[in-house]
C-alpha cells in the first residue's frame, strides 16, 4: 500500500490538495490512501470543503484519520452544543454546516443538530488514536510515555489526551524514546523545532530553544527525519504550505 501522509491540515483544503497532487495522490488507485495524522479541523479558510472530501474518502475506504488535540476539542464543543471551549470551535462548525446545508445564522444547539445530521459529529468520533503498519507508527502528537520513558503497554492506553499532546520532538530528542523496529510519524508541533534542536546540547534544552523557531528558513519546516521519528506539522498558517509524505508499507 502506498500511504500519502498529512498533518496539522487546520482546514487549509486548497493547500493540501496541492500537496497531494504534486505527490499524485489518486483517490481512485487502488494502492493510494491517505493518512491524516491529527489536527485536520480549526482555524483555518476551507473546514466544509475539508470535511466533504475526507468524508467522500472514508466512505470510499481511503482515509485514515488520526485524533488530534483540536478534533477532539472540536467534537468536544459540539457534544456541549458550543456552550465551552474556544470561539474557533462555533467558527469551523459554521463554515461546515454553511457548505453542506447553505444554512447560516444558527443557534448554538441548531448548529449541533445540524453537524449530527450531516455526519460531521460520528466523523470526528471515528478518529482513531492511532495507526500502524509493519514499519510504521502515526500518531498526532506521540505514542504515549510513562514518567518520560517507554511504555511497552502504550497500545493499552486509554486516554486519548496522551495520544494528542505528546511532544514527539521532546520525547525523541531528548529522552531518546522509541518504538523498537519502527518509525513514529507524528505532527502536534512544528517540525521547526526539530530542525532548531538538531544539534542541541544540554544548554539548548534548557533555555527552551526549541520554542523559537521565527527565524527557521522555509526548509526548516519540512518534514525531519530522525533515526527513529518523522516530525512532520509543517506550520501552515505560517508556512503557507503542507507537508505531504509518501509511505509504502
Request: hydrophobic share 35%; with cysteine; glycine share 8%.
Amino acid at each position: 500500500m502506498k500511504y500519502f501522509v498529512v498533518s496539522d491540515t487546520h482546514d487549509h483544503y486548497l493547500l493540501m490538495i496541492e500537496a497531494l497532487n504534486k505527490q499524485g495522490f489518486d483517490p481512485e488507485c487502488e494502492d493510494h490512501k491517505l493518512i491524516v495524522c491529527g489536527d485536520a479541523f480549526y482555524s483555518g479558510p476551507e473546514p466544509g470543503k475539508m470535511f466533504e472530501y475526507l468524508k467522500t474518502l472514508k466512505e470510499k475506504d481511503k482515509l485514515v484519520f488520526i485524533n488530534g488535540n483540536h478534533d477532539r476539542e472540536l467534537l468536544e464543543a459540539i457534544n456541549n452544543k458550543f456552550t465551552q471551549g474556544r470561539p474557533g470551535n462555533r467558527r469551523c462548525a459554521e463554515g461546515v454546516v454553511e457548505h453542506i446545508t447553505g444554512k447560516t445564522r444558527l443557534s448554538n444547539e441548531e448548529l449541533a443538530s445540524e453537524c449530527n445530521k450531516i455526519g460531521f459529529t460520528s466523523f470526528l468520533k471515528s478518529a482513531l488514536r492511532y495507526f500502524e503498519t509493519e514499519h510504521y507508527v502515526f500518531t498526532h502528537g506521540f505514542i504515549p510515555v510513562k514518567d518520560k520513558k517507554y511504555n511497552p503497554d502504550w497500545r493499552n492506553e486509554g486516554s486519548k489526551s496522551k495520544f494528542d499532546l505528546t511532544d514527539g520532538m521532546m520525547m525523541s530528542m531528548k529522552y531518546g524514546i522509541q518504538e523498537p523496529g519502527k518509525i513514529i510519524v507524528f505532527g502536534h508541533y512544528s517540525a521547526a523545532r526539530c530542525y532548531v534542536m538538531k544539534n542541541a546540547t544540554s544548554e539548548n534544552w534548557e533555555k527552551g530553544l526549541y520554542k523559537v523557531v521565527n527565524n527557521v528558513p522555509q526548509e526548516g519546516f519540512l518534514p525531519f527525519y530522525g533515526n527513529t521519528f518523522i516530525a512532520l506539522d509543517q506550520s501552515v498558517k505560517k508556512t503557507g504550505f503542507i507537508n505531504c509524505l509518501i509511505i509504502e508499507d
